[in-house]
């Protein structure tokens, strides 16, 4: 593999051997690259239908194609390029208080009752047409469930949440206005018996909420007008499609293997199976994984009113809006110099800039771009330019891992518990002054601010390469983990 440096931020892995294009990683010489992830970029590249793919500066191993991955096909549709939590995302919240207006840790404390943290977590339940309508309609479909006359029977616990929201203002704030109509038809009976009860519940990994201090504004008019201020208490919500996402995932993964053997189609290994848009398998996975989609925003949504609604009841003077939500799990048709091609971002956060987003609120600014450092660093709120179209208008969505998860904690698969990279004390320093939630004290140290990239780092490659520009800095002051 024939990796040569561009400038400062850029590298070129030039296309040899099986590639069929060149392929751009986006990182500075301080940025650990591991060759297993070039390795994976290099295989992407040889997808016979792959048109352009790059790597953001979080890049890092993943299933199949590297965590960090912008992709565009013509005609196909890679399930491992979104990955098994289809429309993991991020939201952020403003509030209008300043952070020591309240007490973040009561706050923390009354979220942890109402929204449940770790796997398998079970809280609100959707059936039925009610079901169906959310998977189909996302967001929209939500409100209108709400807007029914038996919405507050059936949802007494939910009906409070809707009176001071509606959904035109909503969606304004949320990526594709938090829905993609679709047909879900194509989604796995198994994938429904595991979701329809995961609605409002946060999931394990790195899923967090986070209250956060607003501790430098860099963009003052850009943050006046998205209600940014120096001191405020801004949330943070990471969270995907739970159960009904992975299941989808895995079973396409496991169906595209088969595809492209009946086919006898060429592709770099099992992890890097692929449909054809033009047949039923392609057009299946991709309804089914706006299903998940749907679900996601949907799940984050409900996060994001139960969040918002503990803050205005202990603190009433508060404001509490949605300023953005963006997936960063997800495949979708873009316009990509007038052609439409299915991007694919895996673990990669869309950065429109003005001129992308016409007819929205966003449009004489550019598209909020939400990037989490890790549960012990910085967190960073960036607005898209329009230069990132040379990275098909993405950026990273975090810090990007440099130690793995067993490394971290010292947990191997089985749970047997082994040494861990990251001592007890090293743990405790890097969280000071930080109020932890965690389901899972043995585990927690997976997501501990060592096992991940230095996120100023990271951003310095981002605004080097002129792809995105920062309107805030926030720092945690309590976290809540999965």
């Known amino acids: 593999m024939k990796l040569i440096r561009l400038d400062e931020y850029r590298l070129k892995l030039e296309r040899e051997g099986e590639m069929v294009t060149d392929a751009f990683i986006y990182a500075s010489e301080n940025i650990h690259l591991e060759t297993e992830a070039i390795r994976q970029l290099y295989n992407t590249a040889t997808v016979p239908d792959i048109r352009r793919v790059l790597c953001t500066p979080d890049i890092h191993i993943g299933f199949g194609v590297p965590i960090g991955t912008v992709a565009a096909f013509e005609n196909a549709v890679i399930p491992s390029a979104v990955g098994y939590d289809i ?55 939500l409100y209108d469930i709400s ?8 949802y007494p616990d939910l009906s409070e949440l809707f009176e001071k929201s509606d959904y035109e203002t909503v969606a304004s704030h949320i990526e594709d206005n938090g829905s993609i109509q679709t047909d879900i038809n194509s989604v796995p009976k198994k994938a429904l018996e595991r979701g329809y009860n995961q609605f409002a519940t946060l999931g394990g990994g790195n899923h967090f909420i986070e209250l956060q201090r607003v501790i430098s504004v860099c963009d003052s008019l850009v943050a006046e007008r998205w209600g940014i201020f120096e001191d405020e208490l801004t949330v943070m919500i990471h969270s995907g499609s739970r159960g009904l996402g992975h299941e989808i995932g895995d079973y396409y993964m496991r169906s595209a293997v088969e595809y492209c053997r009946r086919k006898n189609l060429p592709f770099p290994n099992n992890n890097l199976a692929y449909f054809y848009t033009r047949d039923t398998e392609g057009q299946n996975y991709i309804k089914a994984m706006y299903a998940a989609a749907n679900f996601a925003f949907v799940n984050r949504h409900l996060i994001s009113l139960i969040t918002g609604d503990i803050i205005s009841k202990v603190c009433k003077k508060g404001r509490i809006n949605i300023l953005y939500d963006v997936p960063h799990n997800i495949a979708k048709y873009e316009s990509i110099s007038d052609e439409q091609l299915l991007v694919h971002r895996k673990g990669a956060t869309r950065a429109y800039p003005p001129s992308r987003m016409k007819r929205t609120v966003f449009e004489d600014l550019g598209q909020p771009v939400l990037i989490p450092g890790s549960m012990g660093t910085k967190s960073y709120l960036l607005v898209g330019t329009e230069k990132s179209a040379e990275t098909l208008f993405s950026v990273n969505h975090g810090a990007g891992r440099v130690m793995s998860r067993t490394a971290a904690s010292g947990i191997g698969r089985r749970g047997k518990q082994g040494s861990s990279l990251i001592s007890d004390e090293e743990f405790r320093k890097s969280m000071e002054g930080i109020f932890l939630i965690c389901e899972d004290r043995r585990t927690v140290k997976e997501e501990a601010p060592a096992a991940y990239k230095d996120i100023d780092e990271v951003i310095n490659v981002v605004v080097g390469a002129g792809i995105a520009r920062i309107v805030a800095v926030m ?7 999965g």
């Open 87 to 141: 429309n993991c995302g991020m939201s952020m919240l403003t509030t209008g208080l300043k952070y020591n207006e309240i007490s973040a840790e009561k706050i923390a404390h009354f979220i942890y009752n109402r929204i449940p943290l770790g796997e398998g977590k079970h809280n609100i339940s959707f059936e039925g047409e009610d079901l169906s309508r959310i998977l189909s309609f996302g967001v929209r479909g």
């Open 475 to 481: 720092k945690p002051i309590a976290v809540l983990k």
């Open 147 to 154: 807007s029914n006359r038996s919405f507050r029977k059936k």
